[in-house]
């Protein structure tokens, strides 16, 4: 291993070296393996939980079928076989799989065992009680260290390349059915554990689903697939936004197709939309901006004067396509002007101007500016969108099958969305967007190349603000209240940390970012009161351990990498010379 | 760092193996208040949308409580035949943005009959379109705003705004000139500063009390605003110093009236701070609320109503303690309101959907006797009872002063 | 006339508090360049420290001011250099060679984080806190202006310590090492500066001050919220930029000519004191956009 020169640099982990555990890998993944079906077989739990029954059948009550494993207990088992099968089968990059798969498979365990212990009200729950034992989650926790200690004994590889290139039709075939599964996926996501309080378990059921998603998409990641298919879908750049639009767009066809998560999705839209443009001034062209969400903010509050509702400050009403455009323009031209600045102010105290403008709307909406905001009363009662007489928040019928409330909504976010990251992808592959990565990698030395940076940082701030602008407009009509309250600096913030999870200039990061930070409260109502501070913790630990985020951006992160090995570099001559 | 988390884990699973001899506290289907009740129809929702964190949330954790008393109590007499009752308390903050989206949840639940709330007036505002679209009954123990119910004329050309919406408490149109008339006859202050916090509560309250100020013959010297969440409050002392008023009248509640009142008292303006039933609570004190201050509150005091008292003693059995706070008794006469008119609704049938006409209906039309006194709604949708309580500081203490109808 | 007099002198005491904070952020940037955009928090959890020690006080000892008060800034300069250093040590220092926005970005994660882990773990923190009664009650009264004793506390604490600072940064040996790892840090390092030490105490100077701005806040005011320390901490960084960021001396004028801002703009520039807040803003950017090394700063070097 260590002698190997590492082609791809790895960017998880340093190369560790783990002799002690070499030799035990395989029988390790062996072992692990099978306790992992083992575990999967066992029961759960002891007794009948004061909320219920535990999911899936796994109380000894219950255990009467012990073969028809279903929920996570499926997911232990399903992990267990691909432990043997990776451990055994020639799999690139082994280690890393098996590892992956190791903390799925301990993720799963770890969380229904806590989740067991504490709604069952101590160990007894899951260990013997009246000559009744359920060791399921324990055989399942020792299977998934073993794995990941096997992972570590085969020995942590870079992660594997494809070289091979497939043909034009092949790979619209391999990226259809890869989006498929991640619809069906999202669907299984957003439905496990039921809705709300629906199921007291629900909070569980999901973390356990997430630990198991985790480990498999680790494994995926670790095989090389991921990166492949990454690449290939930036090949085939329309297709794939096409492809991503109409799945999205069949989501409501699914399990998760019901006015609730209708209603979430549909705002966690708005949210991805306005983090792509976000995407555009941070992630692009290295403009760091903490005003960001006052753009949203002055989209929403055109619109919702424009609307027709009640305490609307102008008698006229427009219809919506008129004041969604008017929206992003009188956003787009705010942004020019928050962004004016950055001809003589760069860096981190650019970012502090921007902070500065987003407060100035805070305070100045809060008061009530020339009565357009309605202060801390809000603006209430924005009409909801209409087409043909369809209101948007009425449920519809199409033919034989009827759609939930708000799906008109959400078709229309999906569109925002596509729209969005259409711009988005376009602005990064043109001159425009050549010229603002130059900016972010060295401003002095673009300006000396001939760009003119200064209208360019300006056009990004415009154009981020442009789209921050219209989501800001769907968002009035969407939520029926403007609110200064929805704009506050934690919001800016909220949105960045979207961004910087994703990863920066990364078009799927940005969506998935806001997916995660907005998804996770809904489905974690216990863990609610948490949600910023581990938003909080989040920002600290991407920029310490992963700043590229979670799909970074191809050319971002050869960027980030060379700049830490510089670093790198750098310090161990200096630890020298001290 | 990873071998790290490799040995911790594997320390957390020997601990398991080690512990697992422990025993539990193994209990089943405790709690079950439905008792000998039938609940073979299944689960029906009252809904709470009140502040349950933040600065308010003294007041908003009191509504919560006391609708779940409610609750709990019609669960315990099987008021509604076939169902258990529930309580979903969604946390709006204060925050009317919030507020939506805490209605948006609640009206997307097939089950949920009512909704008790809002305490803020400005959130009112947005919830109430959300639950009218889906002819869900909303009664309020706390908006005291008048043109949630009467429209923006609302002494001249009254109209109702939703037919959905209900409230149990009188209105800042008896509330301010109620403290006008004590102010300026009573405790004879002619010249009163104002200042309030700029939203529909304070600033319509603050309106109210200065018009009749006026008929009285008292003067409002100045009027200032403040931000809802500001502590320091030194500039704005000293504009309203400079006026010299008799008292000063605050529109807002007590996260900005305790300091406000301590504040003014360290300048060197030592006048009484009034305020209304917003800082009508005992945090009020304990920010900084001082001797003589003053405030009004709706209803009579809780302690004193004899069908009251009742109330008091079984929330002090479920709860521990008296946090009920100004609006314990009306959310919870604003619970019975809902679960009343639920029964007469189902009256031994099921519930869905198709019910919730009646169910608006029978809200309408409900009459029973409360903790705070008659419970009955006019074709407006407020509240008959219209009794006012003025209090004041006393020992560190709200006491109440005097207790009547605003009659002019 | 009073009432200008009177604003003057809030102003005054408002500036002083600003000053307090103010200090943390120019010496923090001055040494390794670095908006330490967490370091109102500090601010706001040396507050909850100073109550909290309050709080854990036995009965008798609460009575008596003469023993609650010193602790009371004892507790809170403990929790803020506690923070400070733990945020320096696992949050900045793995960064130091990173890209410039990485730090800046960790900052807020921390600012954040403190500030929902002082409202979620802290008893009723989600409400405005009440600060105990030890404080020195009343007021100086000079013709018709009111100065609360709190606020000649404050005045005083505020000059003093940025005096005591300025002379242990121009006399002491460690203050010397101080001004030469700003200057140059390599060359500092071969002179045998240890770095590390030095921006440790940075930090801690840092905190210690804000520190003592937490307790006499919540002693001014009476009452303490989760929000106070972005607030506080925005004014602080007006106020360390206006005076050129890296001078102790300019952070306290800096800090004086905010407070005065921010009072007399509430008195007599329209809109009052709702809008208050964003004269100081429109300060901050114009000073950022024209003048980036403030009143006593250096003239500008890049700043990427």
């Not at chain 3, 943390?24 to 959890?45: C, D, K, P, R, S």
Request: charged share 15%; aromatic share 8%; glycine share 12%.
């Amino acid at each position: 291993m260590s002698t190997s020169t590492v082609s791809t640099p790895d960017t998880t982990t340093p190369v560790e070296k783990r002799s002690a555990l070499a030799p035990l890998g395989k029988p390790f993944a062996a072992a692990g393996g099978v306790l992992g079906i083992v575990a999967a077989l066992l029961p759960w739990v002891t007794f009948t939980l004061n909320d219920g029954n535990w999911p899936d059948k796994s109380t000894l009550q219950f255990f009467d079928a012990p073969f028809a494993v279903t929920g996570f207990r499926w997911h232990v088992l399903l992990l267990g076989v691909l432990i043997l099968v990776a451990a055994f089968a020639p799999t690139p990059s082994k280690g890393r799989v098996v590892r992956a798969l190791g903390w799925g498979l301990t993720l799963v365990s770890f969380v229904n065992a806590a989740y067991i212990t504490v709604k069952g009200g101590g160990l007894g729950a899951i260990t013997a009680l009246d000559g009744v034992t359920a060791f399921g989650s324990i055989v399942g926790l020792v299977a998934g260290v073993l794995a990941i200690l096997a992972g570590y004994g085969i020995g942590i590889e870079p992660v594997g390349e494809w070289k091979f290139k497939v043909s034009t039709p092949v790979a619209y075939l391999v990226l259809l059915v890869s989006f498929a599964a991640v619809l069906y996926a999202v669907a299984a996501m957003l439905t496990t554990g039921g809705v709300g309080t629906s199921n007291p378990y629900s909070g569980a059921i999901f973390l356990s689903f997430l630990g198991f998603a985790a480990g498999v998409l680790g494994a995926l990641s670790g095989v090389g697939f991921i990166r492949w298919l990454s690449a290939l879908s930036e090949q085939h750049r329309v297709f794939s936004v096409i492809v991503l639009a109409a799945c999205a767009l069949l989501l409501p066809f699914t399990d998760a197709g019901n006015e609730y998560w209708m209603t979430v999705a549909a705002n966690i839209g708005i949210y991805a939309a306005t983090a792509i443009g976000l995407n555009i001034v941070v992630g692009l062209a290295g403009l760091l901006d903490l005003g960001y969400v006052a753009f949203m903010g002055i989209g929403a509050l055109v619109a919702a004067n424009f609307s027709g509702a009640a305490t609307a400050h102008f008698g006229i009403t427009l219809p919506f396509p008129v004041a969604a455009v008017a929206a992003a323009i009188v956003a787009g031209i705010f942004g020019a002007i928050v962004g004016s600045p950055t001809l003589r102010v760069r860096g981190d105290y650019l970012a502090i101007v921007t902070l500065a403008f987003g407060e100035i709307f805070t305070r100045s909406a809060q008061n009530n500016i020339g009565g357009i905001t309605n202060g801390s009363n809000a603006i209430p009662g924005i009409p909801p969108l209409s087409l043909f007489g369809n209101e948007f928040n009425k449920s519809i019928t199409l033919g034989a099958v009827k759609l939930p409330a708000g799906v008109l909504y959400y078709i229309l976010i999906v569109l925002l969305v596509a729209a969005t990251m259409a711009v988005f992808a376009n602005l990064k592959f043109s001159r425009i967007g050549r010229a603002w990565i130059a900016i972010r990698e060295d401003e002095d030395a673009a300006r000396a190349m001939g760009i003119r940076t200064g209208k360019m940082k300006i056009l990004a701030f415009l154009i981020g603000a442009t789209l921050a602008g219209l989501a800001g407009a769907v968002f009035a009509h969407k939520n029926g209240t403007v609110s200064y309250e929805s704009f506050k600096f934690l919001e800016s913030v909220t949105l960045l940390a979207a961004v910087i999870l994703g990863g920066m200039g990364s078009i799927p990061g940005a969506v998935l970012g806001a997916a995660l930070l907005f998804v996770l409260p809904e489905k974690l109502r216990d863990f609610e009161d948490y949600r910023l501070m581990i938003f909080g913790l989040a920002l600290i630990l991407i920029m310490r351990f992963r700043p590229v985020g979670l799909i970074p951006d191809a050319h971002r992160r050869a960027e980030m990498i060379e700049r830490a090995d510089e670093n790198a570099e750098e310090a161990h001559v200096e630890a020298k010379k001290a | 760092m990873r071998q790290h988390s490799v040995k911790s884990a594997a320390i957390v699973g020997a601990a398991l193996l080690v512990l697992a001899a422990c025993g539990s506290n193994k209990t089943e289907g405790g709690g079950n208040n439905g008792g000998s009740c039938d609940t073979s129809k299944g689960t029906l929702t009252v809904g709470v949308v009140a502040p349950l964190s933040g600065n308010l949330s003294a007041l908003g954790i009191g509504i919560k409580q006391s609708a779940e008393l409610a609750v709990d109590e019609a669960n315990q007499k099987c008021t509604v035949k076939g169902y258990k009752l529930t309580v979903s308390a969604q946390d709006d903050e204060a925050n009317p943005a919030k507020g939506a989206q805490a209605a948006t949840k609640l009206s997307t639940d097939p089950n949920v009959v009512g909704v008790v709330g809002t305490l803020n007036s400005s959130v009112a505002q947005t919830v109430q379109p959300i639950l009218r679209d889906k002819k869900i009954p909303q009664v309020s123990p706390a908006n005291t705003n008048p043109t949630l119910t009467r429209g923006n004329d609302f002494l001249t050309a009254p109209k109702r705004q939703f037919d959905n919406y209900f409230r149990v408490c009188a209105t800042d149109d008896l509330q301010g000139p109620y403290a006008a008339n004590y102010l300026v006859e009573k405790a004879g202050k002619k010249k009163i500063a104002i200042i309030t916090d700029g939203k529909t509560y304070g600033a319509g309250l603050a309106a109210e009390l200065s018009k009749q100020v006026a008929k009285k013959g008292g003067q409002i010297v100045g009027q200032e605003t403040v931000g809802e969440k500001d502590t320091d409050f030194s500039g704005v002392i000293a504009k309203v110093k400079a006026l010299a008023p008799d008292a000063v009248y605050y529109g807002g509640e007590y996260p900005a009236a305790g300091p406000l009142s301590k504040q003014m008292a360290s300048a060197g303006l030592n006048v009484p701070l009034m305020g209304g039933d917003g800082i009508f609570d005992g945090k009020f004190i304990e920010l900084g609320g001082k001797e003589g201050d003053l405030a009004t509150s709706v209803g009579a005091p809780t302690e004193s109503l004899a069908t009251a008292k009742a109330f008091v003693d079984a929330y002090k059995k479920k709860f521990g303690k008296e946090d009920y706070a100004a609006y314990g008794a009306f959310s919870y006469d604003a619970a019975n309101a809902i679960i009343g008119a639920l029964a007469k609704t189902i009256d031994g049938a099921a519930w869905d959907e198709s019910k919730r006409d009646s169910m608006l209906t029978n809200v309408g039309s409900y009459s029973g006797s409360g903790a705070t006194g008659e419970v009955k709604f006019d074709q407006y949708g407020d509240s008959t009872n219209k009794v006012l309580t003025v209090y004041s500081v006393t020992s560190g203490k709200w006491k109440d002063v005097q207790t009547g109808e605003f009659t002019g | 006339m009073s009432v200008l007099l009177q604003q003057l002198a809030n102003g005054v005491i408002q500036g002083a508090l600003i000053a307090l904070i103010a200090l943390g952020y120019t010496m923090v940037y001055g040494i390794i360049q670095l908006i330490n955009f967490a370091h109102g928090e500090v601010f706001m959890v040396a507050s909850y420290g100073g109550l909290a020690t309050f709080t854990l006080l036995p009965d008798d000892l609460k009575k008596s001011p003469a023993v609650a008060l010193p602790l009371m800034f004892v507790g809170g300069i403990v929790v803020a250099v506690l923070v400070a250093v733990i945020m320096e040590r696992f949050a900045y220092r793995p960064l130091r060679n990173a890209p410039r926005l990485a730090p800046l970005i960790t900052a807020l994660g921390v600012s954040v984080f403190l500030q929902e882990a002082v409202r979620v773990w802290y008893p009723n923190a989600t409400s405005n806190l009440p600060y105990p009664k030890v404080f020195p009650e009343g007021s100086l009264s000079l013709g018709s202006v009111n100065i609360a004793w709190t606020g000649v506390l404050l005045v005083g604490l505020s000059v003093g310590l940025s005096v005591i600072l300025q002379t242990y940064i121009n006399k002491s040996r460690m203050g010397r090492a101080m001004r030469a790892t700003a200057q140059d840090p390599d060359t500092a390092k071969l002179m045998g500066v240890n770095p590390d030490r030095v921006i440790v105490l940075t930090f801690i100077f840092g905190a210690v001050l804000a520190g003592v701005a937490g307790v006499m806040f919540g002693g001014y005011l009476n009452n303490i919220n989760i929000d106070m320390g972005f607030q506080n901490g925005i004014f602080a960084f007006t106020a360390a930029v206006l005076g050129g960021v890296g001078s102790i001396r300019g952070a306290v004028i800096g800090a004086f000519i905010i407070g005065l801002i921010k009072t007399l703009a509430g008195q007599y520039m329209p809109g009052g004191t709702q809008y208050d807040y964003v004269w100081i803003f429109v300060v901050l950017i114009l000073v950022l956009v024209f003048r980036p090394q403030g009143l006593f700063g250096e003239p500008e070097r890049v700043r990427a």
